[in-house]
């Protein structure tokens, strides 16, 4: 539907002049009687509505029925018209409630029968009417300031619907020609205008309304175009129900409305709470809803019309056996059925729309919308004599307003798809599936309100954060080690966030000394073996791993913040080893590469290496090479050189041999070294005395290096 | 999408085609060496579309029902005979009715119509149903529009000279027309032969049978997937945006809903989001579109043990019970979530809302939804016990607000009836009957219905009268106050009028009333 169609702004004109105060002569019982009273007592003489009362009331049932179906660009102004026109609201959307056009209309008050009927007339809110086409709503505005130089495809079409008692088919005519000529000036004015706009499409729908038992003088006429720009229908119609049913099917045809009525509604009797009886409601709602109905009513048609081959091929076009009786009548009818408990879910839904209840007070439809507005959903069944159920809606409420779903009852074209798990990646048998489900339960979306502190888009706030959540995110289980711990968790938790507190920093440096913890523990790691023949990789290796994820997760978010940093330093510095046997296995490894470059030693860098490559070049993790990497790992871990902390004093033990069998050696020298040897086994020496020149060991080296070296060879350091 | 293939067979299908060699042709063996392609390439390509074969002279046939077996369409194309004249419009109507019957209205399909252009003479030819089109009733309506959305797409066997030398081009235009411009027609290019009657055919290939490849991404984590079937591009509104917008080829997941907070959400389409694994020269190997061929089968074996996005995104999906939202376009959305066939099946499924900003009311602008981090507290509640949605509308809809309407008779003798009910057990009911009689009073004033409060008023001075001796003093003191106050509202004079003005309980002092009554 366009947006800009002439339902998109309405203008009521109703008719305030003094024989407006006059009774529609048909009678309401107010003051009926309840049982049980006493006796005897005559109830009050019944009251009439005035020709005023009926056309304010028919007037707000259209506006209610409206409103309900389309809450936002259907827009209504009031006019009232006697000595002069009163507009009781204006196009902005504030003003398109109930509320307030009923406050405005006390305002106003009924007519007053005894002011001069001269200087009354309905032609003051007519021309009123014409000019509050030409105001711009805010929608319009919005379009037009939206499309710039096509500002000239928002439309400005409109309606208006004058409620008034005509004297007779040539005063119509009168009312007629003066919205044709007010049209006409009034789109000159527009034209030269930025604030207004020219009236493309008018339609003027006249009723003329007269107490029930008089002659109308005035006759009916169907819709007829005046001009290019204005048509007009005049509609004669008794006051009472009588205008509020024409009002009623009005607003239908206004705005593409369609009629659903729900039957077999079980309801609990008022008087008897343990008996139901079943119920009917009837609800209005676009006719879009019923687009399945419509045109299987046409194929019913067309179906007559169809030609058969030969007799011996007649079998293909027997097709109207099972199809519906699709006669679209004015209400149809879909049958209740009692909702299961379970709500949670997802229908296949074509289509969604806004109801009205027709007779929204009365006890059937109130218990309905109740019921519905209480969170309930209720699937509705086309009723058929034979043949399986087909369900064709569904009605539920959302927030507080109810819709009308259309469910897809039709075969589907997706029917029997290959299974996921017959695709890519189906054979994978260790996804994370538990994990990702926790990581899509943290990234949920909330609503933000409009006007937000942040100049940044929620969405893309939302957006950011996926990125940040998945720049190390392994799909396998038998890809990660940490993402199996539970120790890992404090840190995985909270290094991803932007920004980290103090308190974070704390606990990330507290699952890091667990670690540290463990490892000196020797505690087991949940390290996959999948893939590797025999045990997998010794205990030392898994913790090299370990401590490498840990690392590459560390570092995909260094670049968030300082504090990032330092969660890496902490890390940096404390996985492997006490310092001194880093230092001695530098030492040793170096003079190993130079010697011999052997290939073990060759092979404790490597594994790091593709990380920190990704990492450096990219900033965010190649999935693809993390994979290779991590294969890596898993592959060449039973090669991979003997980690220091397991027999350390045995690595010790075979250097100092090197070390010292260089020149002739005295006897003093060969014992004391033998003594040393045995002695160190018995204790670890003292990192001091270890790197001493001449025995006089530096104190306090790890200034030197904050100062002068920022970023030490792979953070290795003497500091903790 | 489904397809119909609509294939002439009448009699001027055979007309020779002379190509050099020994072989004679007829249009009807191009006709066929293109529809053999066209099923070759969705076999191999497109292996998830429905496709049905129709013949047609003067009467039509449903040679083959809707059917991914491109096999039984293949050998139905070696077995058709040739028949009388050309008769389009019962033939597209039979279309109408086989479509329909299969997917009901609301499903697109593609129509392909194979013919010469020779559209047949007299009664039932193309020029006669169009040259009464304007003369019909509802009842004799011309299948174009189809009642479904689609495409038709003709497809003929002659060059544009050939057909510009009669009128049918006009006619098949005007096909089209009436189809509100939704098709094309593809005429040969050159001489009629084997190879233009497969570029024609390629053509139609590339616009309406290529494969939609994306990227599903989420973050860091990605997938190439096959989008079945196509999205088709949409147009927002006509008159103020009537470019058609597609969907980008990059589907960024932005975040996660519950189901429940969903909510069987209207959607336009649906699609199955199958993974493929591109290989280096850019061609898929992926499921369903691939030849079961033994060289593909291991590298689909291969393909199967590498880790994808989309499986593990499925499993999370149904496990959880969650919704993934994605980003289509410039204020185009969807979900994807997990669909089950059966019970052992299941599937990744992409749905796409309505383009615009705010496709789902209850979820309010989609560009204001943002993570849960940067809330002040988790709107999901600490022990995941609340939601932040449906997001309330700031009016009430009429339903859910108690509004006053008095059309029927009984709507207005209910509202009576029941500030009688409440006089009649005052002073315990106090607050009920002033919030009834003050409803009242409010729609009595807007509707200008005066008369209504004065009787309402004489109503409850009678009430007053019949009080029973055991009745509490106050309950007479109230009736006359409440009735007092309508009447002087009933006057109509500005200052008892207002319609914000409450009628508030009279304050009496019967100390310890309730407690002491008789």
Known sequence: MKIFAESHKTVFVVDHCPYMAESCRQHVEFDMLVKNRTQGIIPLA????????????????????????????????????????????????????????????????????????????????????????????????????????????????????????????????????????????????????????????????????????????????PKKELSSVLTSEVHSVRAGRHLATKLNVLVQ??????????????????????????????????????????????????????????SNKTGDNHIGGNSREGTFKETVTLKWCTPRTNSVELHYCTGAYRISPVDVNSRPSSCLTNFLLNGRSVLLEQPRKSGSKVISHMLSSHGGEIFLHVLSSSRSILEDPPSISEGCGGRVTDYRITDFGEFMRENRLTPFLEPRGSLEIPLERAKDQLEKHTRYWPMIISQTTIFNMQAVVPLASVIVKEALTDEDILNCQKTIYNLVDMERKNDPLPISTVGTRGKGPKRD??????????????????????????????????????????????????????????????????????????????????????ELAEAEIIKDSPDSPEPPNKKPLVTMDEMPPVEKAKGPMSLLSLW????????????????????????????????????????????KGSRQ | MPTVVVMDVSLSMTRPVSVEGSEEYQRKHLAIHGLTMLFEHMATNYKLEFTALVVFSSLWELMVPFTRDYNTLQEALSNMDDYDKTCLEAALLGVCNIVQQEWGAAIPCQVVLVTDGCLGIGRGSLRHSLATHNQRSENNRFPLPFPFP??????????????????????????????????????????????????????????????????????????????????????????????????????????????????????????????IALNKEGDELGPGITDDTED?????????????????????????????????????????????????????????????????????????????????????????????????????????????????????????????????????????????????????????????LKG??????????????????????????????????????????????NITPLQTDFSGSSAERM
């Open chain 1, 672 to 715: 004391s070294n033998r003594i040393n040897t045995a002695n160190s086994r018995k204790h670890q020496e003292f990192i001091g005395r270890l790197n001493s020149v001449n025995n006089k060991a530096e104190l306090y080296q790890h200034l030197k290096e904050d100062n002068g070296m920022e970023t030490t060879e792979n953070g």
């Open chain 2, 150 to 275: 689609s495409k038709l797409y003709v497809m003929c066997m002659a060059n544009l000279e050939e057909l510009q030398s009669s009128d049918s081009l006009d006619c098949l235009e005007r096909l089209i027309d009436l189809n509100n411009g939704e098709g094309q027609i593809f005429t040969i290019d050159g001489p009629l032969c084997l190879k233009n009657v497969q570029s024609m055919f390629g053509k139609l290939i590339d616009l309406a049978y290529t494969p939609f490849h994306a990227v599903l991404k989420c973050g860091h984590l990605t997938s190439d997937v096959q989008v079945f079937p196509r999205p088709e591009p949409f147009i927002i509104d006509e008159e103020i945006d009537p470019t058609p917008k597609a969907i980008n080829t990059d589907l960024e997941i932005v975040g996660f809903i519950d189901i429940a907070d969903i909510s069987s959400p209207p959607v336009l389409s649906r699609h199955l989001v199958l993974p």
């Open chain 1, 541 to 626: 290796e898994q913790y090299r791993i370990m401590w490498n994820e840990l690392e590459t997760l560390v570092r995909a978010h260094i670049n968030n913040s300082d504090k990032h940093q330092r969660v890496l330093e902490c890390l940096l510095a404390c996985r492997s080893k006490p310092p001194e046997e880093e230092e001695r296995k530098k030492r040793g490894r170096k003079r190993e590469e130079k010697e011999d470059k052997s290939e073990k030693s060759g092979k404790d860098y490597e594994p790091d290496k593709p990380w920190q490559e990704s990492e450096r070049l990219k900033g965010v993790l190649d999935r693809e090479k993390e």
């Open chain 2, 456 to 501: 309402v008023a004489d109503m409850l001075e009678r009430e007053c009268t019949l009080l029973p001796d055991t009745a509490h003093p106050d309950a007479a003191f109230q009736l006359t106050h409440a009735a007092q106050q309508l009447k002087v509202a009933s006057t109509g004079t500005s200052e008892y009028t207002a319609y914000d003005h």
């Open chain 1, 46 to 221: 019944p009251i009439s509505k005035s020709l005023w009362t009926c056309s304010v009331e028919s007037s707000m049932e259209y506006c209610r029925i409206m409103y309900d179906i389309f809450p936002f660009k259907k827009l209504v102004n009031f006019i009232v018209s006697d000595s002069g026109a009163h507009v009781l609201n204006s196009w902005t959307q504030e003003d398109q409630n109930l509320q307030e056009l009923m406050a405005a209309l006390a305002a106003v008050g009924p007519p007053n029968p005894h002011a001069d009927p001269e200087c009354c007339s309905i032609l003051h809110g007519l021309v009123t009417a014409v000019e509050a086409l030409c105001k711009i709503t805010e929608y319009q505005h919005e379009a037009r300031t939206m499309l710039m130089e096509n500002a000239e495809r928002v439309g400005n079409r409109g309606r208006i619907i004058c409620i008034t008692n005509a004297k007779s088919d040539s005063h119509v005519r009168m009312l007629e020609e003066c919205v044709q000529e007010t049209i006409h000036e009034h789109n000159k004015l527009a034209a030269n205008s930025d604030h207004l706009m020219q009236i493309q499409k008018c339609e003027l729908v006249l009723i003329h309304t007269y107490p029930v038992g008089e002659d109308s003088l005035v006759s009916d006429r």
């Open chain 2, 296 to 452: 593909e089968n291991s590298a689909n074996q291969i393909a199967g043990k590498i880790p994808n996005f989309c499986v593990l995104l499925h499993g999370s999906l149904k496990v959880e019970g969650m919704v993934a939202i994605v980003q289509l376009g410039p204020e185009w959305y969807g979900m994807l979530y997990s669909q089950a066939d059966s019970k052992k099946k299941s599937n990744l499924m992409m749905s796409l809302f309505e383009p615009g900003p705010e496709p789902l009311p209850w979820l309010g602008k989609m560009a204001q939804l943002g993570p849960i981090s940067d809330a002040k507290e988790n709107p999901y509640g600490e022990d995941d016990n609340k939601s932040p949605f449906p997001l309330q509308p700031k009016n009430k809809r009429s339903y859910a607000q108690n509004v006053t309407v008095w059309i029927k008779p009984s709507g207005l003798q209910t509202d009576v009836q029941k500030i009688l009910r409440n006089a009649r057990k005052l002073p315990e009911k106090t607050q009920t009957f002033y919030k009834e009689l003050n409803r009242l009073r409010k729609a009595a004033l807007a509707f200008g219905f005066l008369d209504l």
């Open chain 1, 253 to 310: 045809q206004h705005f593409d409305l369609a009629s659903t009525t729900i039957t077999n509604i079980p309801m609990k009797e008022e008087q008897h709470a343990n008996t139901s009886a079943n119920y009917d409601v009837e609800l209005l709602h676009h006719k879009e809803a019923h687009v399945d109905f419509i045109k299987s009513a046409c194929l019913a048609e067309t179906k007559r019309c169809q030609k058969e081959r030969g």
